[in-house]
């Protein structure tokens, strides 16, 4: 449910979209996962991703 959410950059000035374009980094673990998003303003936004 919650991963059809779209993200957006919350740094100062920006509202990109943090999607498929953003350069994303997952980390999996039995908790969920993290996603570490870097916009193209350079701001890192990271979410979390239960299963």
């Known amino acids: 449910m919650l991963e059809n959410l779209t993200s957006t950059c919350e740094a100062a000035g920006c509202d990109r979209p ?25 701001a890192v936004t990271v979410t979390v991703v239960r299963p």
Request: charged share 30%; hydrophobic share 35%.
């Open 18 to 42: 943090l999607d498929d374009d953003a350069l994303m980094l997952t980390l999996r673990t039995e908790a969920g996962g993290r996603r570490a998003y870097e916009c193209a303003c350079g």
